[in-house]
């Protein structure tokens, strides 16, 4: 969309048409509110009605990797998108916010993004879908101002959290938000001069001499000097004392990161539901290396937010090739376990973004995987959302197209092809749809698995791969045949 439509747009929306702002599209109803279930185990309408939410991530097929959903907004072309994700059965649409659409400048946000998202919002509004904001985040390029520790940096915390308040207070009662995504997939850093002073602050809170932090780390007389601790190095190290000490650091600060964002929101709509996207490394079954766990940890979190959201993507034993039945248990097997595990925390849990690719041999890897069909891919994604449901309460499809731009498995993972052809999983997806729909899930207690041992696991990556055999071997792998 050019420039001159845009500000006509916004012109409008300051008017006070049903283009957006605070409004509901004309001659509709708002959708009612989205809220947590009395008995905190799922959703349910203002209305009292449940709700599923079942949907996917919103970009478009030919605008780039990433996807440059606000740069290239089409809304015509949005609003025959939201007619087709009706039609499949979608009721919730997760969709990026970007730095360079909506906040290149700390404190200030950008009146053309916010034109784009009062149409997108609109649109929504027409199909009674409802609509997930996650970000901000970098799709379409960083400012300045966040190329560093956008994490652990004082300054990148703080511009976001006035983001989150002026976007929540702009938004303040609209139902057709589902709920506030803080960010895709968070992790702490690792090293950096912010980590590295942010880690001696935490010895010298916690331990509050050198003399102490020796005692703890080696039950020695050795002395260290707070403010020039190093940063442990990111290998296995069993059982250290100073390695556990440096990932409960990294929880801390992921907590600080999600109070402050989470304060942010509620002090402008104390009404809106707030979560974040945790990668499936914020659970440590399988790290490819200590480095890689989140330090996002579902426990602590959970008493901030208001629901909880975890990714998964099929990668034990490198990933998911689709060439045996044993591949594929042991695959649900390390999903169950890791929903599992966000299901303790007592908040509804959401698949917020899964998938795998089928309709083709990717690219991704050097182009190492094999040709997958697009039944092969509607088996995987209907056997994810059977296997968890009950511990999940909902599910966001990675991708409404094929991405052929891509560079991971976006390429085949849509529900449609990038020419718009309805696949195999755009087939199971509706009827999954129709299954869900209104539907209450009854909670599941987990099973009798290998309880996960997260110190052993923050310390020893190989931990995590002895308790995805434990986990593996005490489920049976007929459990998961159909």
Request: net charge positive; glycine share 10%.
């Amino acid at each position: 969309m050019n420039r001159p439509v845009v500000l006509v747009l916004l012109a409008l929306c300051c008017g006070g048409c049903a283009w957006g702002g605070t409004l509901s599209s004309a001659g509709k109803a708002p959708l009612p509110k989205i809220q947590i279930r009395s008995d905190g185990q799922g959703f349910v309408t203002a209305k009292g009605k449940p709700f599923v939410p079942f949907g996917l991530t919103y970009f478009r097929s030919g605008t780039g990797w990433a996807p440059q959903v606000w740069k290239k907004f089409d809304a015509d072309a949005t609003r025959r998108d939201f007619v087709r994700m009706k039609e499949l059965g979608v009721n919730c649409v997760r969709v990026f916010i970007s730095y360079g659409s909506f906040y290149p400048e700390p404190g200030k946000l950008e009146p053309e993004g916010l034109a784009k998202f009062d149409v997108f919002l609109k649109l929504a509004e027409e199909q009674g879908i409802y609509v997930h904001p996650t970000g901000p985040d970098h799709w379409e390029g960083s400012p300045e101002w966040a190329r560093g520790d956008r994490m652990a940096d004082e300054r990148a915390l703080a511009a976001t959290e006035t983001f989150w308040r002026l976007f929540a207070a702009r938004y303040q009662g609209r139902s057709v938000i589902f709920g506030y995504d803080l960010r895709n997939e968070p992790e702490m850093g690792w090293d950096g001069p912010v980590m590295l002073k942010r880690w001696n602050d935490w010895l010298r809170s916690t331990y509050a001499t050198g003399e102490r932090v020796g005692q703890a780390w080696a039950g020695t007389n050795q002395t260290f000097e707070l403010g020039s601790v190093p940063i442990p190095q990111a290998k296995d190290a069993p059982g250290s004392r100073e390695l556990l000490d440096y990932q409960r650091f990294r929880e801390d600060l992921a907590d600080e990161w999600t109070r402050r964002q989470v304060a942010a929101i509620k002090a402008a709509d104390p009404q809106a539901l707030v979560t974040v996207g945790l990668i499936q490394w914020s659970v440590p079954s399988l790290l490819p290396g200590v480095r890689h766990y989140a330090g996002f940890r579902p426990e602590r979190q959970a008493k901030l937010l208001d629901f909880m959201e975890i990714h998964f993507y099929p990668l034990n034993r490198g990933a998911y090739e689709y060439r045996n039945d044993e591949e594929e248990a042991r695959n649900l097997a390390y999903l169950q376990g890791v929903v599992g595990e966000v299901a303790r925390t007592g908040k509804p849990v959401v698949v917020a973004e899964y998938g795998w690719y089928g309709g083709g041999k990717p690219r991704f890897d050097g182009g190492k995987h094999p040709f997958a069909s697009e039944e092969q891919q509607a088996r995987w994604c209907r056997k994810l959302v059977e296997t968890t449901a009950g511990p999940a309460v909902g599910w966001l499809n990675w991708g409404l197209y094929d991405q052929p731009e891509a560079t991971d498995p976006s390429e085949f993972s849509g529900l449609l092809t990038a020419d718009g052809k309805l696949k195999a999983w755009g087939r199971e997806f509706q009827q999954l749809a129709r299954r869900y729909r209104g539907k209450r899930i009854a909670s599941r207690t987990p099973m009798s698995t290998p309880v996960l041992d997260w110190d052993a696991c923050l310390t020893s990556a190989a931990a995590g791969n002895r308790f995805r055999e434990q986990y593996y071997q005490a489920l049976q792998p007929a459990h998961f045949r159909p």
